[in-house]
């Protein structure tokens, strides 16, 4: 008689964990047992981009449910009943990949699962069995904030396992310039003709350059449109483009190039240098090996999101803007460590970080450093690809997952790897 069927539950939030943890986790499970039954649970967020769904559905899980569904099965004191297969006798488990930690738990407890979390933030909550983190650094700040060292792990680097091995994009010119205006409506409207504004300004100094923009999926239609229209360019003193098949060409003539999401791994490998903005996406360089400029604008500070309590302070009626700018400005100043994550992993310079009232010139200038300086790039490159995380930390995660669990895997699986490289920090 066949044993039962494990079900797994991944509860996630936004565009960034999406890619970067739960895709390469899923795929990890899937080959370590095909026959558990994964379900993707997505909880309330405010960095959503309201696309978290579409994109979590192409990911092979046998369920996916929203942030809406979570809302109405939490009132009535349930789990979304997706979630789970009743016909299954099967053992289960929450892992939670972004997101709150309390709201995974709550889910955890409805089901009658136990609960584990993968997380960048060395916090416990109370009711998580186990905390898995990324690297040691953060390991030892969990166990100074109390977390017990027995129920806290290093497994690794999950957005290395989301890079997949790549052959590189044919040159879209030289330099191959990657332009990454981010995944989240609310800004990318104001950030994509400053970037077209930014083809502009640097192609009037490399006519041979190509300008490439990897289009995330989580951005709708109408961002996309109303961005290549200039709707917003006022915010950061961008401008408006035409689009011309895959294409949009700027008012000076710079052509970018926009590709599908799926391309992002080849592109990455044959960039010469990128411009982004901070996030999960700077570390993807990183690992990717790619010199960039990581530009934090503050010309409106309103539009930026912030975690936690942060976020809610704009929809507060009449002064809630002027709250939110206030807050955002007294956040940045008290900053004390870099706002790329490469920067803060390595505790070294390695990404060009600008940041404060941003212009076209400021930008093109500091990418026009990295272009002009082969020597600075080679070097950025060489210590990025040595000091960030490698692959691994997906299979690593599930075996631990089980081993906690006391399951054991189908037969037969790959050897587990002996050692790993967890990434950066002492």
Same mark, same amino acid.
């Given at each position: 008689?066949?044993?039962?069927?494990?079900?797994?539950?991944?509860?996630?939030?936004?565009?960034?964990?999406?890619?970067?943890?739960?895709?390469?986790?899923?795929r990890?499970?899937?080959?370590?047992?095909p026959s558990?039954?994964?379900?993707?649970?997505?909880v309330?967020?405010?960095?959503?981009?309201?696309?978290?769904?579409?994109?979590?559905?192409?990911?092979?899980?046998d369920?996916?449910?929203?942030?809406a569904?979570?809302?109405?099965?939490?009132?009535?004191?349930?789990?979304p009943a997706e979630?789970?297969?009743?016909?299954?006798?099967?053992?289960?488990?929450?892992?939670?990949?972004?997101?709150?930690?309390g709201?995974?738990?709550?889910?955890a407890?409805?089901?009658?699962?136990?609960?584990?979390r993968?997380?960048?933030?060395?916090?416990?909550?109370?009711?998580v069995?186990?905390?898995?983190?990324h690297?040691?650094t953060?390991?030892?700040?969990?166990?100074?904030l109390?977390a017990?060292?027995?129920?806290v792990? *290093?497994v690794?680097?999950?957005v290395a396992d %989301? #890079?997949?091995? @790549?052959e590189? !994009?044919?040159?879209? $010119?030289?330099?191959? +310039?990657l332009?990454?205006?981010g995944?989240?409506d609310a800004?990318? *409207?104001?950030?994509?003709?400053?970037?077209? %504004? #930014?083809?502009? @300004?640097?192609? !009037?100094?490399?006519? $041979?350059?190509?300008? +490439?923009?990897?289009?995330?999926?989580?951005?709708?239609?109408?961002?996309?449109?109303?961005?290549?229209?200039?709707?917003q360019?006022?915010?950061?003193g961008?401008?408006?483009g035409?689009?011309?098949?895959?294409?949009?060409i700027a008012?000076?003539?710079?052509?970018?190039?926009?590709?599908?999401?799926?391309?992002?791994p080849?592109?990455?490998?044959a960039?010469?240098v990128a411009?982004?903005?901070?996030?999960?996406?700077?570390?993807?360089?990183?690992?990717?090996?790619?010199?960039?400029?990581?530009?934090?604008p503050l010309?409106?500070?309103?539009?930026?999101?912030?975690?936690g309590?942060?976020?809610w302070?704009?929809?507060?009626p009449?002064?809630?803007?002027?709250?939110?700018?206030?807050a955002?400005?007294?956040?940045v100043?008290?900053?004390?460590?870099p706002?790329?994550?490469?920067?803060?992993l390595?505790?070294?310079?390695?990404?060009?970080e600008?940041?404060?009232?941003?212009?076209v010139?400021?930008?093109?200038?500091?990418?026009g450093?990295l272009?002009?300086?082969p020597?600075?790039?080679?070097r950025?490159?060489?210590?990025?690809?040595?000091?960030m995380?490698?692959p691994?930390?997906?299979e690593?995660?599930?075996?631990?997952?089980?081993?906690?669990?006391g399951?054991s895997?189908?037969?037969?699986?790959?050897?587990?790897?002996?050692a790993?490289?967890?990434?950066a920090?002492?």
């Amino acid at each position: 008689m066949p044993a039962p069927r494990r079900q797994v539950v991944l509860v996630s939030n936004g565009p960034g964990e999406l890619t970067t943890w739960v895709r390469p986790t899923l795929r990890a499970w899937r080959a370590l047992d095909p026959s558990a039954r994964i379900a993707l649970a997505l909880v309330p967020c405010q960095f959503a981009s309201g696309g978290e769904a579409a994109l979590a559905g192409t990911f092979g899980a046998d369920a996916v449910t929203t942030p809406a569904a979570y809302l109405r099965a939490a009132a009535l004191g349930r789990a979304p009943a997706e979630l789970t297969d009743p016909a299954s006798e099967g053992p289960g488990v929450v892992l939670s990949l972004g997101g709150s930690g309390g709201a995974a738990v709550a889910l955890a407890r409805r089901l009658g699962f136990p609960v584990m979390r993968y997380s960048f933030v060395p916090y416990l909550t109370r009711g998580v069995r186990r905390l898995f983190v990324h690297d040691e650094t953060t390991a030892r700040k969990a166990r100074r904030l109390g977390a017990p060292a027995e129920r806290v792990e *290093v497994v690794g680097n999950l957005v290395a396992d %989301a #890079l997949e091995q @790549a052959e590189p !994009a044919a040159p879209a $010119g030289d330099p191959h +310039v990657l332009l990454l205006p981010g995944s989240r409506d609310a800004f990318a *409207v104001h950030l994509i003709p400053f970037m077209l %504004a #930014l083809a502009d @300004a640097l192609a !009037a100094h490399y006519p $041979g350059a190509g300008f +490439v923009w990897p289009v995330s999926r989580l951005l709708s239609p109408g961002t996309i449109e109303a961005g290549i229209a200039g709707r917003q360019r006022k915010t950061l003193g961008g401008v408006a483009g035409r689009r011309a098949g895959d294409s949009v060409i700027a008012p000076g003539g710079a052509r970018i190039r926009m590709v599908d999401e799926d391309e992002r791994p080849a592109q990455l490998q044959a960039a010469t240098v990128a411009v982004t903005i901070p996030g999960t996406n700077t570390l993807e360089l990183g690992i990717a090996g790619v010199p960039s400029v990581v530009m934090l604008p503050l010309n409106r500070p309103e539009i930026i999101p912030l975690e936690g309590p942060g976020h809610w302070l704009s929809l507060l009626p009449l002064i809630g803007v002027p709250l939110k700018r206030a807050a955002v400005r007294l956040f940045v100043q008290r900053l004390r460590y870099p706002i790329s994550l490469p920067n803060q992993l390595s505790r070294e310079p390695l990404m060009v970080e600008v940041q404060g009232i941003l212009d076209v010139a400021t930008v093109a200038a500091a990418a026009g450093a990295l272009i002009d300086d082969p020597a600075d790039r080679d070097r950025r490159r060489a210590r990025l690809l040595e000091v960030m995380p490698r692959p691994g930390a997906a299979e690593r995660l599930v075996r631990r997952v089980y081993e906690e669990l006391g399951w054991s895997l189908p037969e037969p699986c790959s050897p587990a790897p002996d050692a790993f490289a967890a990434g950066a920090g002492p």
